[in-house]
């Protein structure tokens, strides 16, 4: 009996044993290797740097502060340069280390306690279909190199969906960024629970379809947990030893340009075309085939930045600065409202180094989308290795940012004008006006250009439509009747998008409106009695206001000729008398 038990402890000891060898063998180590923080000073500083390490860890690789990875036995080179530097980490392993003896212990911990493999993560969303069918559906995406599913958890509440705008999240398109699974997860599960629990989470499902893709890159994130932590890229293989294309460089928005190799090497190595890769085609169709998305956020680590367009120019600005960055800055308040940490925000470019051919490029260049890119916890401390104790503050403070954005998604207005130009304060008699307008559909819309009128009305007539014809894409020039010396033209612009949302210019038209009074430079109008309506002609219809008012007292009369608060026969006879004359 003793002896039995022995053995049986024995052989379950070998078994795991044996596990555990089979699993190190297969695993890169990264004993003795630093993180260490350079000030590089110049391009060339960049170059030294870049042959010592292949593994740049901070988002920003150029002249400033960036964090690489360094083996131990290059060290020395390192010193030798010169170069101002400071150790972050001093063992990536250790950290590994840590990271793997907490996973192993992780038992019944909360499922937001510990990083989950992609099939843990998998089952809990399986899980949470389970416990809430009407709110929540797995969507397929499309299929990994490997042949690993990627998919979408599609989270709304139950009902017609169709006229609902949506909103797309992206984990994990770098396999060893961890917590952006996580953090996607953890957004999933808090609107899945707090639907009919939180009002604002009910107004904003009852209203909006939220889309998260927890891995967008599975075959990389599964060689991650298994065989080198700090797999970035995903798994197809090139030739020989070399494998990978670096999704992020992959879409075909700018593809090939700065910030991206073509080295099939090499960290951001781009594929040998714009989505040559089924992760980003698969990606690319899931978008194309919901144009009810609106805003899309690619969710990376580390560094804290939100970041809005463009990656692939430091010096081009998007028409939509003003917007994506303001909503970066929103974002990263709410972020800090939660634990206080400071993510940094503005256009990726500018603000870090150029990155061409990644997903919130295309998002926002090819689908016309609000899109982001967000780098998530820590500054360097952790970098990738970010402790498990971080998955819960992340995600609350990520999730606190996600619904400010998606009450804004839900809300925004999607027709933006400016001008109009070329819009005169006054004109001189029977002169047209010729006032531009520019016009443009946001948050995902397109325009519907045979929408957008021009409506305009002398004095207190009704609005009718005036021409208005498209010069070029987005800009409108419309054509003002002219009107005779005195009168105020009032006119407003409106315009749809392909949706069907509508908007006016001014906003709140007809009761506000743009305005150009008819005068005679440097001289008096000349007056026309018995011109009744100011349409520069006494004829029928001003017989007929007097007519309609005829007995009518009070100030303001429009009959009242002689302004003596009595519309009568005397202002009956003023426009007798002049009746044919014109101005
Ligand atoms: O390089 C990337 O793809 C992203 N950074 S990461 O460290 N997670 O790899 C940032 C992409 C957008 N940012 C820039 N163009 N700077
Ligand atoms: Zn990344």
Not at 103 to 111: D, E, I, K, N
Not at 400 to 426: H, I, K, Q, S
Not at 553 to 582: K, M
């Amino acid at each position: 009996m003793r002896s039995r038990s022995l053995s049986v402890l024995l052989l379950a000891l070998v078994a795991c044993t044996g596990i555990a060898l089979a699993d190190d063998a297969a695993r890169t180590r990264y004993d003795g290797h630093a993180v260490v923080r350079v000030e590089l000073r110049t391009h060339a500083d960049v170059e030294r740097m870049n042959a010592i390490s292949d593994d740049p860890w901070s988002e920003s690789v150029g002249v400033g502060v960036v964090d690489f990875r360094v083996p131990p036995d290059r060290m020395d080179e390192l010193r030798a340069t010169g170069l101002r530097f400071e150790v972050v980490i001093d063992d990536v392993q250790r950290l590994i280390d840590a990271e793997q003896a907490a996973l192993a212990q992780r038992g019944g911990a909360g499922w937001f306690e510990a990083y989950r493999s992609n099939d843990e993560v998998s089952a809990y969303c399986d899980e949470l279909i389970l416990e809430h069918p009407n709110i929540v559906s797995r969507a397929p995406v499309g299929t990994s190199i490997q042949a690993r599913p990627v998919y979408a958890l599609r989270i709304t509440s139950p009902g017609d969906a169709s006229d609902r705008r949506a909103v797309l999240l992206i984990g994990c398109q770098h396999a060893r960024e961890w917590v952006s699974v996580s953090t996607v997860m953890f957004i999933a599960d808090a609107l899945v629970r707090g639907y009919g629990a939180d009002q604002r989470i009910t107004d904003i499902l009852d209203d909006l379809i939220v889309y998260i893709v927890p891995v967008a890159n599975p075959d990389g994130y599964s060689y991650s947990w298994t065989n080198q932590r700090l797999w970035r890229k995903n798994r197809r293989h090139i030739s020989g030893s070399t494998y990978g294309v670096d999704l992020n460089r992959n879409w075909g928005y700018q593809w090939g340009g700065p910030g991206s190799s073509g080295s099939p090497s090499s960290l951001t190595y781009r594929g040998t075309a714009p989505f040559s890769e089924p992760e980003t085609a698969a990606l690319r169709d899931f978008s194309n085939a919901r144009p009810n998305i609106v805003a899309s956020v690619d969710v990376h680590s580390y560094s804290q930045l939100v970041l809005s367009p463009w990656g692939y120019s430091d010096t081009l600005t998007t028409t939509d600065a003003a917007d994506l960055n303001g909503l970066a800055s929103d974002m990263a308040s709410e972020i800090f409202s939660v634990h206080g940490k400071t993510y940094i925000h503005g256009p990726t470019g500018s603000t870090l180094y150029v990155a061409s051919g990644i997903a919130s490029d295309w998002h926002y260049g090819a689908r016309n989308e609000y899109a982001w890119t967000i780098e998530l916890r820590d500054t360097g401390q952790y970098g990738f290795i970010l402790p498990p104790e971080q998955i819960i503050p992340t995600g609350e403070e990520a999730f606190a940012a996600a619904l400010t954005l998606f009450e804004r998604a839900r809300d925004a207005d999607r027709v933006r004008f400016d001008g109009p130009f070329n819009a005169p304060a006054t004109i001189p008699p029977d002169t047209m006006a010729a006032p531009t307008v520019h016009a443009r559909a946001i948050w995902g819309a397109a325009l519907d250009v045979a929408s957008v009128r021009l409506l305009s009305r002398v004095g207190d007539g009704d609005f009718t439509d005036q021409t208005i014809t498209e010069q070029s894409p987005g800009v409108f020039t419309g054509i003002l009747p002219g009107a005779s010396c005195g009168a105020v033209i009032s006119y407003y612009f409106a315009a749809s998008t392909t949706f069907g949302d509508t908007a006016t210019w001014p906003a709140n038209a007809p009761d506000d409106a743009f305005t150009i009074t008819v005068t005679i430079p440097d001289a008096e109008c000349p007056s026309l009695p018995g011109d009744v309506n100011g349409d520069g002609v006494v004829d029928f219809s001003d017989f007929s206001i007097v007519l309609s008012q005829y007995g009518q007292t009070g100030p303001g009369l429009q009959g009242d000729v002689n302004g003596d608060d009595v519309v009568n026969f005397e202002d009956f006879s003023i426009v007798l008398a002049n009746y044919g004359s014109s101005l």
